[in-house]
């Protein structure tokens, strides 16, 4: 059974610096992607950034240049780090773990981490 487990976030005043992290185990698969996705009071859920097996990284642009997505892998656990910095208001939002595997049609989720900017 896959476990997605998030970890961070919390309050910060804008400008300052949050750091998301999110493990996955359990999958017989091979990985493929770990990404980050969050949602905003009144909005739908959208892409933050992604980043492949590989390390091949993609960013949406509002986070260019101030966020960094990372990943690892230690045994069979994988973890994906998201590093966010000069935060801004509208960052506000739950930030979701997702995780892709070769093989596997299913889209794994984890529970949702609240990152709050006050301005």
């Known amino acids: 059974q896959v476990q997605v487990v998030e970890s961070g976030g919390g309050l910060v005043q804008a400008g300052g610096s949050l750091r998301l992290s999110c493990a996955a185990s359990?999958?017989?698969?091979?990985?493929?992607?770990m990404g980050w996705y969050r949602q905003g009071p009144g909005n739908q859920r959208e892409l933050v950034a992604d980043?492949?097996?590989?390390?091949?990284?993609?960013?949406v642009e509002p986070v260019k240049g101030r966020f960094t997505i990372s990943i690892s892998r230690d045994n069979a656990k994988n973890t994906v780090t998201l590093h966010m910095n000069n935060l801004k208001p509208e960052d506000t939002a739950i930030y979701y773990c997702?995780?892709?595997?070769?093989?596997?049609?299913?889209?794994?989720w984890g529970q949702g981490t609240q990152v709050t900017v006050s301005s």
């Open positions: 997702n995780v892709k595997f070769y093989g596997d049609f299913n889209n794994y």
């Open positions: 359990g999958s017989s698969f091979i990985l493929n992607s």
């Open positions: 980043i492949t097996s590989g390390g091949s990284a993609h960013y």
